[in-house]
């Protein structure tokens, strides 16, 4: 077993608690920008145009995020309906979906391809969450069911948001394993060799939905919202449901890496996309 005493919070601003769990969700969001910056800036993309693409997918990630957190524990908002908005609950898959969402309106504004973005920031989302990850750990939130497997993590800071002294399974040690493994299969092996654009952020939907999928059913914090089934399990099969079709019909494997079309992704020229 691994005992974990970390105090979740760093420090305080006055009243105000500053956690390592927002440290490691801003070095996420860094990691996606500095990614971008680095593929995008082969692809035509200036760093104004990204930095106002990261600022049209935060809020909406962060809405969507909080939206769905609610959702999923919609018992308890119902009871406090005061603390429905906050920042104390975040879930992955709706900062994904609404960050998402956002940069889709931004490329839509700028009359920008969306698909060819999107297979070049996948890598880089996922890479982020495995850092976002790490924050999960320390603050003991997304933590699992008790176990006695020799790997369960045991909390014991009274800050701590998972369950005190009592072994549990390390689901978020689970899904940074699983994000690295698919971070490694989308850059390594798949990264310029499937057609059409738009099939690697596919594959990275399918593939992480598929991890979360399997892992929720270890998860000690959500309860099934149908039939044994949680909130975020249910998401997870609808974009399965989207993404494993084009994948299966539309998706096809091209021998010689081809790198990011610099024509499809340069913003057009007089839309004033380089923005500071």
């Known amino acids: 077993m691994l005992t974990i005493g970390i105090d979740p919070i760093l420090f305080y601003i006055g009243s ?65 309906p005061g603390q429905i908005i906050g920042l104390e609950g975040m879930t992955i898959f709706g900062a994904i ?24 920031i996948a890598p880089g989302i996922i890479l982020a969450q495995a850092v976002g990850r790490i924050g999960c750990i320390i603050n003991g939130c997304c933590y699992g069911k008790p176990t006695s497997l020799p790997w369960g993590f045991i909390y014991t800071s009274p800050n701590s948001l998972a369950p005190k002294n009592i072994p549990i399974h390390p689901t978020q040690a689970y899904e940074l394993l699983w994000d690295l493994a698919v971070f490694a299969i989308l850059f390594l092996v798949f990264r310029g060799h499937l057609r059409p654009k738009g099939s690697l952020f596919a594959l990275y939907l399918a593939l992480y939905s598929i991890g979360t999928f399997g892992v929720r059913f270890l998860r000690g914090d959500t309860v099934p919202v149908f039939d044994g089934i949680m909130e975020g399990q249910l998401i997870a099969l609808m974009v399965l449901a989207i993404t494993i079709p084009f994948l299966v019909f539309k998706t096809r494997w091209v021998s010689a890496r081809i790198e990011p079309d610099v024509d499809l992704l340069r913003p057009a020229q007089g839309n004033g996309t380089d923005q500071g």
């Open 16 to 80: 105000l608690s500053i956690r390592w769990y927002g440290i490691f969700v801003v070095l996420a969001v860094l990691v996606i920008i500095l990614w971008v910056r680095r593929a995008g800036s082969r692809a035509g993309l200036t760093w104004g145009f990204i930095l106002t693409g990261a600022l049209w997918a935060l809020p909406f990630g962060i809405v969507v995020s909080r939206l769905l957190h609610v959702l999923d524990n919609l018992g308890y908002y119902t009871s406090n």
């Open 97 to 120: 979906l609404g960050g998402v969402l956002g940069l889709w309106i931004y490329t839509r504004l700028h009359r920008v391809p969306f698909s060819p973005l999107a297979d070049l």
